[in-house]
C-alpha cells in the first residue's frame, strides 16, 4: 500500500480521494519506522490516521444508508472493529510491552487493501446496479470536490 494507483479505485473520485489520503498517513508511519523516530511520533500519527477514518467512516455510512445499501450493519461492523483495534494499539504504545510498530503497519495494510478492494467496492457496485445517482458528501471540508 505505498501508492495509490487506478488498481484501487472502487469508482467514486471523492472516495478514491480520501482512500488517497489514508494511504499518504499510512506512509508517514512507514516513513517513522524507517528513520527510527520515537513511538510518541508513531503514536501521533496513529492517531492522526484514526482520525481520518472517522471522517472517512462517517461520510461512507451516510452514503451507504442513504442508498440503502443492504449490508450497512456488516459494513458499519467492518469500521467499528477497525477502531477498536487501532485504538487497542494505540493505547498499548505508551505501555510496558508496547506491540511492534512493523505488525501494526502488516495489519494497516492487509486491512485497507481488503477494505478498500473488497468491502467498499460492493457498496459502489451496488449502486451501479440499481442506477442511483446518488452523490458522496465528504466530511473532508479539505477534499471536498
Ligand atoms: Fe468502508
Known amino acids: 500500500m505505498k501508492v495509490w494507483t487506478?488498481?484501487?479505485?472502487?469508482g467514486n473520485a471523492q472516495i478514491d480521494r480520501e482512500h488517497m489520503r489514508l494511504i499518504e498517513i499510512y506512509n508517514e508511519l512507514v516513513e517513522i519506522i524507517k528513520f527510527k523516530k520515537e513511538r510518541k511520533d508513531f503514536s501521533n500519527i496513529l492517531s492522526k490516521m484514526t482520525e481520518y477514518a472517522?471522517?472517512?467512516?462517517?461520510?461512507?455510512?451516510?452514503?451507504?444508508?442513504?442508498?440503502?445499501?443492504p449490508k450497512?450493519?456488516?459494513?458499519?461492523?467492518?469500521?467499528?472493529?477497525?477502531?477498536?483495534?487501532?485504538?487497542?494499539?494505540?493505547?498499548?504504545?505508551?505501555?510496558?510491552?508496547?506491540?511492534?510498530?512493523?505488525?501494526?503497519?502488516?495489519?494497516?495494510?492487509?486491512?485497507?487493501?481488503?477494505?478498500?478492494?473488497i468491502i467498499d467496492r460492493d457498496y459502489e457496485n451496488y449502486k451501479k446496479s440499481i442506477k442511483s445517482n446518488l452523490i458522496?458528501?465528504?466530511?473532508?471540508?479539505?477534499r471536498s470536490l
Open 6 to 10: 487506478n488498481d484501487l479505485s472502487i
Open 54 to 69: 472517522l471522517i472517512h467512516f462517517k461520510g461512507e455510512e451516510k452514503y451507504m444508508k442513504e442508498l440503502s445499501y
Open 72 to 117: 450497512f450493519a456488516e459494513h458499519k461492523n467492518h469500521h467499528k472493529d477497525y477502531i477498536l483495534k487501532v485504538s487497542k494499539y494505540n493505547m498499548e504504545i505508551s505501555g510496558a510491552n508496547p506491540p511492534v510498530p512493523e505488525d501494526i503497519i502488516k495489519f494497516l495494510d492487509k486491512w485497507w487493501i481488503n477494505h478498500i478492494l
Open 136 to 142: 458522496y458528501r465528504s466530511f473532508d471540508i479539505f
